[in-house]
């Protein structure tokens, strides 16, 4: 009964494809031995939560060693670059500390430092479906502007490069790829929009109970119907690239879209073609999530 209730309240989802998604991960100067500690932690579960276990080509490069460079982020997004396709997603996460002095933000590496115009034309050069851009640093609010594009949503911890703080949203944008809690819709499948809001109330709440102001908020520029997913979750986990778990999902996912449908015809029809015509999408999603919890080998309790 338990799995059947989860089925039902995932249905506030919508257009989640499921294409490959390839990433780089950077971690920054740090200053001192604490920041590091904390960077270098929260790129590692970004990593973990989101690196395929199941033969999937996707790439992913995360780079922490603490000489990093301009170069070496460049570098790692062109390679990305030249194996991804039209049908593919990027991510890009930025660990650390950043400034802005009212015409450049600048992400600090060791030797000269990461641009926005250095942003900008690297991820131009990319030809996925959409790109995702987290600037989890100080004065990242910057970037929003200089790196709008159609395709690409930017995640900045900062609402300008006037929050000039070092931050604490990187800790809670890890903790939201890899905790279930943020899963707002309960399907295992972790959007943009509930990882920002998780990581942007968590980190409201820390500076409460710290009893400080708050020295950072967080922005998300205008969210397109991309689809992207970041997580895979609870049971989906380690499923990014089997097809037949991909195939289920799709279903679900059009299940879904019918559900809303016939919600949406409401007062068109009679009680009773409303609850038949609801209960003609109910049932055959509970059996479809019965085989998802199969073929990816939920072990939940049912009852």
Known sequence: MIRILVAIVILGSSNLLFAAVHSVIVVGLAGTDEYRTQFESAAIAIDAATRPVDGSSQAQHTLLDPAVNRQAIL??????????STEDDFVLTLIGHGSYD?????????????????????????????QLVVAATSASGALIKPLQLENRTVVTATKSGGEINAVEFPVYWAEALSMD?????????????????????????????????????????????????????????????????????QQREDLAKAFEAVKAR??????????????????????????????????GQTE
């Open 75 to 84: 570098d790692a997004i062109a390679e990305v670059a030249a194996v991804a």
């Open 102 to 130: 009212g015409e450049r933000y600048r992400f600090n590496v060791s030797g000269p430092d990461l641009t926005d115009v250095d942003l900008a034309e690297s991820l131009a050069k990319l030809k996925v479906r959409h």
């Open 181 to 249: 809690l943020a899963d707002g819709d309960h399907n295992e499948l972790l959007t943009i929009d509930e990882a920002f809001e998780y990581a942007s109330t968590r980190v409201a709440e820390h500076y409460r109970n710290e009893n400080l102001m708050a020295t950072e908020h967080g922005r998300i520029s205008d969210l397109p119907e991309t689809g992207l997913v970041l997580a895979r979750l609870g049971s989906l986990r380690g499923h990014t690239s089997n097809p037949r778990v991909n195939e289920l999902l």
């Open 266 to 299: 409401k007062s068109e029809l009679s009680q009773t073609e409303y609850l038949q015509e609801l209960e003609d999408t109910l049932v055959p999603l509970a059996r479809l999530q019965q085989q998802l919890d199969a073929e990816t080998g939920w072990k």
